[in-house]
């Protein structure tokens, strides 16, 4: 059974930095392409930044580039979302999602339509004070 698990919200102030994990649990996260998404009140779910299985390719949205990196750890079943010069407008609920890895789909596909995701972990709080 696929399971994802995103941690690592919180508050911090503006201007801060703060890093998400998302751990995935009973399968492999090799080759499994995985897309952090985040959704603020009031406001559609959004990408925020996708990855390929082996990390190759990643795929930010035009309003985290140069500020959030993703990575993963495919030996450690976790990929990572790293958030710096945060701003009130990160604040929201940040998910993390996958397909089936016998879907072959661009990253840039994956972080613009959040509904073609197939897994869902639970999300976590980011809160940034300005």
């Known amino acids: 059974e696929v399971q994802l698990q995103a941690s690592g919200g919180g508050l911090v102030q503006a201007g801060g930095s703060l890093t998400l994990s998302c751990e995935a649990s009973?399968?492999?996260?090799?080759?499994?392409?995985i897309g952090w998404f985040r959704q603020a009140p009031g406001k559609e779910r959004e990408g925020v930044a996708c990855i390929g299985g082996d990390g190759g390719v990643k795929y930010y949205a035009d309003s985290v580039k140069g500020r959030f990196t993703i990575s993963r750890d495919n030996a450690k079943n976790l990929v990572y979302l790293q958030m710096s010069r945060l701003t009130a407008e990160d604040s929201a609920v940040y998910y993390c999602?996958?397909?089936?890895?016998?879907?072959?789909?661009?990253?840039?596909?994956?972080?613009?339509?959040?509904?073609?995701?197939?897994?869902w972990g639970e999300g976590t709080l980011v809160t940034v004070s300005s």
């Open positions: 009973g399968f492999a996260l090799d080759d499994y392409a």
């Open positions: 999602a996958t397909i089936p890895r016998t879907v072959v789909r661009p990253e840039s596909a994956m972080c613009n339509n959040y509904r073609s995701m197939r897994w």
